[in-house]
């Protein structure tokens, strides 16, 4: 089993920066990718950006190319996501999951198995 829970949610202005963890216990070793999605009220649950686990491949979202960065500690049990310049349909629940399945799409949520509770993000004035 692995457990993983988010944190560094909140509120934050638009053109801010937001920076997020997630932090895994547990099985930690072996996983081939972690990811983040997000969730705004109403919407289905989207990918946000995700990092193989050596952190040489990462994969963005458009709409987080170049204002988000994606990184993961030397241990590999924390992933982190930077967000700068936020808009406020960046707005949502922000879930963390890891993957342990070779050769999955990264962007996929069908890739995960495993999820975080979540973390709120709202970007407002």
């Known amino acids: 089993q692995v457990q993983l829970v988010e944190s560094g949610g909140g ?3 638009p053109g801010g920066s937001l920076r ?3 932090l895994a216990s ?5 996983n081939y990718f972690m990811g983040w999605f997000r969730q705004a009220p109403g919407k289905e649950r989207e990918f946000v950006a995700a990092i193989s686990w050596n952190g040489i491949r990462t994969d963005y979202s458009d709409s987080a190319e170049g204002r988000f960065f994606i990184s ?3 241990a590999k049990t924390t992933v982190f996501l930077q967000m700068n310049n936020v808009k406020p349909e960046d707005t949502g629940i922000y879930y963390c999951a890891t993957s342990y399945s ?7 949520g069908r890739s995960y198995d495993y999820w975080g509770q979540g973390t ?3 970007v407002s004035a």
């Open 120 to 122: 709120q993000v709202t």
């Open 26 to 30: 547990g099985r930690t070793y072996s």
């Open 20 to 22: 997020l963890s997630c």
């Open 72 to 74: 993961r500690d030397n």
């Open 11 to 13: 509120l934050v202005q």
């Open 102 to 108: 070779l050769g999955a799409p990264m962007t996929e």
